[in-house]
């Protein structure tokens, strides 16, 4: 074997604490993802695999307090131990993460290209001449047209699908190693959808970054991954190759989520 | 955006007519006589008193006089003091001035102060939190010439030799006329702090939830670009709305404040007015002050629906 | 909300300490005169003196006892609050359900005479009206009972406005029950919560208005004493003697946290706009 996994998840736990009780959402989750691959974690909402995501970038939400169990071992380092500066080095920088709802994502008083400056001049130091370049770049880089002149638009004055390729490219700026999308187009209309996921798949291709996908919907996960782990409860209840899955599913729940996926000429 | 802004100016014409109305009937439905308080003390004869009668226009119809009245505040003449025989707009002004200085004071204090509060409530909650908010609700129950009074009380115990009843006009000494506002203005500031403190608690936490925190977070900014950029500026917002919403209140107290600690501004003239029963004076006053209130809500609601277009989506 | 418990138990406490300090006033308004050891008026040559047995805070700038004065001043600014505020409480309740309810162009121009009133400070207003009525108890009560009307047919409006279009009402409706049955029954318990805040607040805002207006000197007229007038004359000796300042300052500044205290708890027993 020539490199050890990109990102090496063992035993991982997520604990949350409110009033008093314990709350464990993640129940020992262990997976591998290597370089440049593209991985599907597919559940219902309440499987854990939102908050699985978000323990690889340590991002609690707001207003809640979580226990994190288990390694998540990156770049030779357990992210779980690190403090909170070589953390803030690593998110945005070498992982980035692309969430659900594009229309509350972007920061309503700050220009698109001031939200994609600031990742770049944070994480790259670059200077503000050169930020621009690069941001009018990124943006094209999403199928922003006229990126030059949207660069200095604010985000009320895009389309839900345009914000969410705004987003991508916040995510893309620093070329990370490890793209996590949460849900990336369950808000969107679902014509946008698939041109959201062309884009991720195209992004991909060009970077060469390995990709961590995150949806309720198996037939978001068709073509865009070559592994899937089927969630439940807090834990993986199964994982394989996505063809042999779809083909052949062994666990009764995975099984149910499929047949959850609406065929063509099936009347479903 | 230009339509948004004409409509609430007009919107803002039936209240400010009948704010006018108001102001012109409190003075004239008095139980004593309008002409005689003109004459003030002195013992007229029916003739002169028929004559400052008709002089004042007070033989004519009540409606009449209104628009009389009100014409003449259009153009500037807000009418002629019964005490001094000269017009009030020239008294009125350097006051207006001064009660000016001292409520801008006052508010960006309560900005400051509240805004501290609000945000140290919101962002460190526990023991922080519990104490602000036990704190404003104390304060919200002493008044704020109760504080003044206490003040005064304070100083006159612990300190007699700082002079606290020494306003100088500004273009005197600047440096001396901001001092002797100094505890004025905190008097005035402290209640209208609380309403602010809890709005920027409010806002804060609110904001803190919002996604796009939670992307600059993913995003490995630091906490300060983080508190600057994307925190504060987005729940400042409805801060300084509610800042100078507060106008009315601040105005309100600067005429006691100003009787405590003998500032020669708009409160004090309102006072001294009410006193001499200088009629003419107090209406203009109250026409003057609710007219101020009415514009700064009218922008203040404006420039909130200019951001608000930029927050809302559909 | 896992919180609902632990806002109740906070409530209660609110409640409780706010309704020990409502009793006090309570009986300072119903036995006054009983409580006062002296009379308000009674002076004697014991002039700015500090608390002892006998005067416990202490004596004026002509002998009265300042103790006295407060329990007697107490009534009167504590009556003139309850009246007008209950005064304004009907005014806003019959005002915010007739416009909240009736809609449409009754509504606009109800609401655009309260935004009158509204434009002006609250402070401004009231020493106005007193100024140019004349400072006589009923014209103090009639001030602001004018001057909070709006602010409580505001808070009654609001729940009556969104309550119309509920389905149950509408159900109610078709099956032909009767429109005041239906603003009986239905509007008017969920408007109870709001208003009884809303109202708790008025008082203590009211308490506010009516001794800065004596203090000002425009309360009610001598002999009687009240807290803001005797605040005001303190200040000629306050160096001599602190209690007289300090007494009516603790009076005010208890009597407006007792409606304070019983709004907040009222406030997190009854989950209005939570915090």
Known sequence: MSDAALLQVRDLTATFWGAGTALRVVNGVSFDIARGEAVGFVGESGSGKSITARAIMRLAPEGSSIAWGGSIRFGGQDLLTLDERAMRDVRGRRIAMVFQDPMASLNPVMTVGAQIDDVLRGHAGLSRRAARRRTIELLDQVGIRQPALRADDHPHQFSGGMRQRVLIAIAMSCQPDLLIADEPTTALDVTVQAQILRLLLRLRRELGMALMLITHDFSVIAGMVERVHVMHAGTIVESGAVDALFAAPRHAYTRALLDAVPRIGTGA | ?314 | MSDAPRRRTRGQALLAAGGVLLAVLLAIVLIGPLLAPYGAAKTSADSLAGPSALHWLGTDSIGRDVLSRLIIGGRITLLISFVAVAIALVAGLILGLVSGYVGGGTDLIIMRLLDVVFAFPVFLLAIAVVASLGPTVRNLIITIAIVYTPALARVVRGPVLSVKRWDHVEAARSVGIGELTIAVRHVLPLVISPVLVQTSLTLSNTIFTVTALSFLGLGPPPPDPNWGSMLAEARQFMELAPLTVIGPAAAIVLASLTFVVLANGLREMLDVAGR
Do not use: C
């Open chain 2, 1 to 314: 955006m230009i339509r948004m802004v004409v409509m609430r100016l007009l919107l803002m014409l039936p209240i400010l007519l009948g704010v006018s109305i108001v102001a012109f009937v409190l003075m004239r439905a008095l139980p004593g006589d309008f002409a005689q308080a003109a004459a003030g003390t002195n013992l007229i004869s029916p003739e002169t008193l028929a004559t400052i009668r008709h002089n004042l226009g007070l033989d004519r119809p009540v409606w009449q006089q209104y628009l009389q009245w009100i014409a003449a505040a259009l153009h500037g003449d807000l009418g002629t003091s019964f005490v001094t025989k000269k017009p009030v707009a020239g008294e009125l002004l350097p006051r207006l001035a001064v009660t000016a200085e001292l409520t801008a004071i006052a508010g960006l204090m309560a900005l400051a102060m509240g805004g501290a509060t609000g945000l140290a409530s919101a962002r460190l909650r526990g023991t922080t939190d519990w104490v602000v908010r036990v704190l404003n609700s104390v304060l919200l129950a002493v008044p704020n010439f109760v504080i003044a009074t206490l003040i005064v009380l304070l100083f006159g115990l612990y300190f007699p030799e700082i002079g606290i009843f020494n306003y100088v006009p500004f273009h005197t000494d600047p440096a001396g006329n901001l001092t002797s506002m100094l505890l004025p203005a905190i008097s005035l500031a402290l209640t209208v702090s609380v309403t602010i403190s809890e709005n920027t608690r409010a806002a804060v936490l609110e904001v803190s939830s919002q996604d796009y925190v939670m992307v600059a977070k993913a995003k490995g900014l630091r906490a300060r670009t983080i508190l600057g950029n994307y925190l504060l500026r987005n729940a400042l917002t409805p801060v300084i709305t509610v800042t100078g919403l507060q106008l009315a209140a601040l105005l309100g107290g600067s005429i006691l404040i100003e009787s405590i600690f003998t500032i020669p501004g708009m409160g004090q003239y309102l006072f001294d007015s009410i006193a001499a029963r200088d009629y003419p004076v107090i209406q203009a006053i109250v026409l003057v002050a609710a007219t101020i209130v009415l514009l700064v809500n009218v922008l203040v609601d404006i420039a909130y629906a200019r951001v608000d277009a930029r927050v809302s989506y559909e």
